[in-house]
């Protein structure tokens, strides 16, 4: 009964989830929309909601680059956005060395810093998320949903484009996932049950045109058969389904 509430909660919270938060991170822990997300149990295992997102690359652009003795070795300064929790004493904008490189391969010598400013807060136009959903006990469970990878450039245009949708039980897909383009037209529709295919279905083009046809044969085999866009069969193959596994 307490999975099942659990289950139904996190489908209500993933039905309503938008991008338009910014994300705190506040020790292993993640705090999106004012919920608390990416917790772990007593054995150091995933257990509850958890949202798995990349924050992007954001090099900053005050680097700097100058000459400063008569043999013409140069220095360059680097320095990086970098998003984690604060440690200790650490606050939000501070900028610490990570690391010092030297180059001696050429005929002068490049001494090249890199730095870090840190930020425990990612605003949305600076990361993409990449699944929600539920684990307990560190497996994943009940409804999942993934996400199209956007860049930073797009990420303010493109948000939350469903890749796909369905359920988890210990770890393997169950029942009905939909599976998207980034434009929302509907890839394939796939029954499963311990992850893996129980009937036939068709993968279709962005344009609606079957691209792929998956038939089961029996038990065991399964057809694959490839179409062209209007509607000519180019070739087929027959195997076993961990063989297709590319296909679903």
Known sequence: MKITILILLISLSINSFSQNDTIYLEGNNVVFGNQKYNLLNSEGEKDGKWIHYKAFDVELLHSSSFIFDEDDDYWTDRTFINYRSLKGRESDGMVILVKTEIDTLVDYIHYNKIYHEIWSKIPPEEYTLESVGFYENGVKTG????????DRLNSSIERLCIESRGSFEKGYKIDKWLFFYPNGELKKTIMYKHGLPTRGYKIFRNNGTVVVEMKK????????NRYSETGIKLENHADRIEEFDILY
């Open 143 to 150: 409804i999942w949903i993934y996400y199209h990878a956007t």
């Open 217 to 224: 044969l029996n038990d065991s085999i399964w057809e694959a």
